[in-house]
DNA sequence: AGTGAAAGTCAACTGTA
DNA sequence: TACAGTTGACTTTCACT
């Protein structure tokens, strides 16, 4: 689908706070409550907004520390590369995870509670994946920014 | 705050989905309608839940090229850091960024609309920020897993 | 901390232009 | 595609356990 303006900026609006009623958003887009109902109706029809959710704060819940983890296969035969995908993908700890070009395969982003349970990851649940070769983490010092919402 | 089972599954189906009312909540949970809104407000007041949004599916939105790039800088004096990373949080394209050990000092998330965009966004946009010694850029070629929830 | 019921507000679906 | 009005369902509050 496309989108006009206020398309574009009601997509904003949601990506930024979900919980605004359709009146608060019409008074924002200068339009009726019907049709802002109709728009949100047709992007989540459509696919374009997938889902709502509650976002959570890591460090009130004891998950600061956040690890990026490169990995490489030892080899790349079509069954060991979905076994791993399924493997990693189970893993809680680990809330993304891409194939990547460069010298290594795969780019993991990893949350624990501090660096010994990293260190318990890593050992109990990573590397005990089979045909992962090596691997290389690096830590997050600080978070600059994060955020959810794409600019359309 | 210290969380029970019942706040721990609530913080998962409030991540999983936050448009469930109360109600369906209250059934899941094996709780009242009022329990359920009470220990909701108690995470909101308590900043465990920081903001509710919209998630949008890339693809629907032609973003659909994400790039992972390594930055160096060229010094790291405290004035250069903070206006380095005021001008990458600034840029739309960058989702997310982080200070992390290692060889270089910074880790973005970029994603924009095709290999073109991104040669723009690299040259007009990130490398005109000034103090940048080196960059390195991965690609993703497949994005395995992605989420935002964090389990309690 | 929990419950049930009352009061106010909203989403969702009509009709109509 | 936009609007206004109706209805049932929801959030929120309150008195109480």
Sequence with gaps: MTFDAIDK?????????????????SLKL???????????????????????VALVKKDKVEKDFVAFCHIKLIQHSQAYVVKFEKEVANLEEVLECYHISGDYDYLLK?????????????VNKLTSINHIGSTHSMFVINEVK???AITV
């Design 9 to 25: 900026k009601l997509l904003a609006l949601l990506q930024a706070d979900s919980k605004q009623t359709n009146k608060q958003l």
């Design 30 to 52: 200068n339009l009726s409550v019907t049709a802002v109902y109709e728009r949100i109706k047709k992007l989540e029809n459509n696919g374009v907004i997938s889902k709502y």
């Design 110 to 122: 990893v949350i624990v509670e501090d660096m010994e349970a990293f260190r318990e990851f890593m």
């Design 146 to 148: 994060h955020t959810t």
